[in-house]
């Protein structure tokens, strides 16, 4: 409890000692609309318009980043009826789950340092990156569309840093609604080209420069005291037969452990990582503290093989199990505790092919980094494609439902279309926030 409170008094300094600095700077006339530096709400943000012509030779190739813009609408209209679509799906789902099993708060930020599952350095580089270009794609788009950017800059204090892209309101508004939403889906757009690329880098490091050392089931921790430890296994090791069946999935083994009772004697093949060779032994089960009647062996086997992993990360589509489960394994592998692929876990693996030089610990430190990218980008895109205010999604929806509307009611002016759109994409915001909450609060009723 003591050290949940000096977080938080160290937390309140931090923002105290902030809000000390901007009132300073704003009371010697160094923040402010016409300045530099400018408030945001209470967010401090450094503009310069340095980098805008950069974005005027980007955008100058105008039907290219149309045809971008096009498809970045598409995207974002397929992501956000997929991300709404398993918002409603999770809201239903919350009924059954219980308390015990609910999200916590700092499950559902996708911020690094804050969701336990988000490593802190891999997960800053990734969104940092995500954010810059995400940006950057906004600002080339609009240039594109003959829509003016009046500064480009940073964002402080928004995990470690957010940019941002101030395109011209005026002109923004005064623009055709498709090239307004080519400027809006722009960012969306970014993100799932970044998820593309570094998932391809991804598979081709997995594919071309890990092997694991050994078929079988790894193992992340091995229980003191217990049979698996007094015949020699640790943490980092393999094994690769039980009782004379090759357990090359996680079930086999499982299932033979189910299967047996205490006292039982079984024949054990194993790859030692500290001794870097097979070994096999004969150990006898004691009592399972867990399930009464069962043997116990004494070991955690690692979320799923070390073949199994590599293919989830490179080719999910290529699961035994099908595509869906492929893919939905390769999302869940942070919150299993299988990415980053640190620790004992590395054991499990040697270097080979073109990058077999680095060492098998730095081509794990590239492949978490790819896989990082890919995964924080695609939620950066998602999330983004919400219609919810203020992210890219609510301009979107609000222009989509504007006509739709002056289809259906070709009487209405602007001005009721306006006001009809911007009630609608209230009304969408209110929809998002309440299954967001709804999946906090609906196990715990």
């Not at 009772?261 to 032994?281: C, F, I, K, V």
């Not at 394994?329 to 980053?340: F, R």
């Not at 077999?356 to 896989?371: K, T």
């Amino acid at each position: 409890m003591l050290a949940a409170w000096v977080g938080y008094a160290i937390l309140a300094a931090l923002i105290a000692l902030y809000a000390l600095v901007v009132i300073v700077l704003y009371r010697s006339g160094r923040v402010g609309p016409d300045r530099s530096l400018s408030l945001l709400g209470p967010l401090l943000m450094t503009k310069t318009q340095r980098g805008l012509g950069l974005l005027d030779r980007l955008g100058r190739f105008k039907r290219f980043w149309s045809a971008m813009g096009d498809l970045g609408r598409v995207l974002a209209a397929a992501a956000m009826a997929l991300i709404v679509v398993v918002l409603a799906i999770e809201a239903v789902l919350a009924f059954g789950i219980g308390a015990a099993r609910a999200p916590t708060p700092s499950e559902a930020l996708g911020l690094p340092g804050i969701n336990p599952f988000i490593p802190l350095g891999y997960g800053l580089v990734a969104i940092v990156i995500g954010i810059v270009i995400h940006e950057l794609f906004h600002g080339i788009m609009a240039r594109s569309q003959n829509i003016g950017v009046k500064s480009v800059g940073i964002l402080w204090l928004v995990v470690p840093v957010g940019a941002f892209v101030e395109q011209d309101d005026t002109q923004m508004q005064a623009a055709s609604p498709r090239a307004r939403d080519r400027v809006g889906a722009a960012g969306v757009l970014a993100n799932f080209l970044i998820a593309t690329v570094t998932f391809l880098l991804l598979a081709l490091v997995v594919t071309s420069s890990i092997q694991p050392v050994a078929p079988g089931v790894g193992l992340v921790e091995v229980v003191g005291g217990t049979p698996a430890a007094g015949i020699g296994l640790h943490a980092g090791d393999i094994i690769t037969r039980l009782n004379g069946t090759a357990t090359t999935t996680n079930t086999l083994l499982l299932n033979i452990l189910d299967n047996s009772h205490p006292g039982q004697s079984m024949t054990l093949t194993w790859w030692s990582a500290s001794q870097g060779r097979y070994l096999s032994g004969t150990v006898t089960l004691a009592t399972s503290p867990y399930v009464a009647g069962r043997g116990f062996l004494g070991v955690e086997p690692s979320y799923v093989t070390p073949a199994g992993l590599l293919t989830t990360m490179a080719t999910p589509w290529a699961s035994s199990s099908g595509a869906l489960t492929g893919f939905l394994t390769w999302i869940v592998l942070p919150p299993a505790g299988a990415s980053p692929v640190t620790g004992p876990s590395l054991s499990f693996y040697r270097a080979t092919g073109p990058l077999a030089g680095l060492g098998v610990d730095n081509v794990w430190v590239l492949a978490n980094l790819l896989y990082w990218l890919t995964w924080m980008n695609l939620l950066l895109g998602l999330s983004n494609a919400l219609p919810l205010i203020p992210l890219d999604g609510n301009l979107l929806f609000r222009d989509w439902v504007s006509g739709i509307a002056a289809r259906v009611r070709k009487g209405w002016t602007a001005s009721q279309l306006e006001i009809f759109s911007g009630k609608m994409t209230v009304a969408a915001s209110l929809l998002i926030v309440f299954l967001l909450l709804w999946q906090f609060v609906a196990p715990r009723l």
